[in-house]
């Protein structure tokens, strides 16, 4: 009877794991109430504020060749699995004119954690999208997801960084290929791919 009773408390707690863990926050968590920016549309300059409280720009951080908007959270395990390689491609991009600029749009990650996490893992400027306002307005939905915009603000590319989240079976680069197709003036093949991540958190 012991036994039955332990077999039973042990299938409702997995059960109550994986419903908080995997389907409330599909519950609970709001999607973009705009589809995703399409390539081709220029994104107007905006305004957010840095870990440290300071007012930054689109048009004050991006580089003389673009910038590249890369939605993070501190907290999201997909996000930890491409911390390295978004800080990769940051440096490369940096030396070509093309400045990546983060977003964190979680209304459920302090300042605090934002601010040290950022710190810890990122050589580029994070900035807080308080109200998802940005993210929003983007149509983005998850982390990470990227925004590649041209010198002029104009949408290159918009979706997911590469096809492994955990990096061990790289076979499609979708963010470097769209960069370097068009820093030399060639058609971008692929504009888009669906990103996979945790949702972003909105209010």
Same mark, same amino acid.
């Given at each position: 009877?012991?036994?039955?009773?332990?077999?039973?408390?042990?299938?409702?707690?997995?059960?109550?794991?994986?419903?908080?863990?995997?389907?409330?926050?599909?519950?609970? /968590? %709001?999607?973009?109430?705009?589809?995703?920016?399409?390539?081709?549309?220029?994104?107007? /300059?905006?305004?957010?504020?840095?870990?440290?409280?300071?007012?930054?720009?689109? /048009?004050?951080?991006?580089? %003389?060749?673009?910038?590249?908007?890369?939605?993070?959270?501190?907290?999201?395990?997909?996000?930890?699995?491409?911390?390295?390689?978004?800080?990769?491609?940051?440096?490369?991009?940096?030396?070509?004119?093309?400045?990546?600029?983060?977003?964190?749009?979680?209304?459920?990650?302090?300042?605090?954690?934002?601010?040290?996490?950022?710190?810890?893992?990122?050589?580029?400027?994070?900035?807080?999208?308080?109200?998802?306002?940005?993210?929003? %307005?983007?149509?983005?939905?998850?982390?990470?997801?990227?925004?590649?915009?041209?010198?002029?603000?104009?949408?290159?590319?918009?979706?997911?960084?590469?096809?492994?989240?955990?990096?061990?079976?790289?076979?499609?680069?979708?963010?470097?290929?769209?960069?370097?197709?068009?820093?030399?003036?060639?058609?971008?093949? %692929?504009?888009?791919?669906?990103?996979?991540?945790?949702?972003?958190?909105?209010?």
């Amino acid at each position: 009877m012991k036994k039955l009773s332990f077999l039973a408390a042990a299938f409702f707690a997995i059960a109550a794991f994986i419903f908080f863990n995997y389907i409330s926050p599909n519950l609970f /968590n %709001k999607p973009s109430p705009n589809a995703a920016l399409a390539a081709g549309s220029t994104v107007e /300059n905006f305004k957010l504020v840095d870990t440290n409280g300071a007012e930054k720009s689109l /048009n004050d951080l991006k580089g %003389k060749n673009g910038a590249i908007l890369v939605f993070v959270s501190a907290q999201c395990p997909v996000v930890k699995g491409y911390n390295e390689r978004i800080s990769e491609f940051a440096a490369d991009f940096a030396a070509k004119g093309i400045n990546v600029i983060g977003i964190n749009s979680n209304h459920t990650e302090s300042l605090e954690w934002v601010k040290s996490h950022a710190a810890e893992k990122y050589k580029f400027p994070v900035l807080i999208d308080k109200g998802n306002v940005l993210a929003d %307005k983007l149509g983005a939905n998850v982390t990470p997801e990227v925004y590649y915009l041209n010198e002029n603000k104009v949408l290159v590319y918009q979706g997911a960084i590469d096809n492994s989240r955990g990096g061990d079976s790289i076979t499609e680069n979708y963010l470097r290929d769209a960069v370097e197709a068009n820093l030399s003036g060639k058609p971008v093949a %692929k504009k888009t791919a669906k990103a996979i991540g945790c949702s972003i958190k909105r209010v």
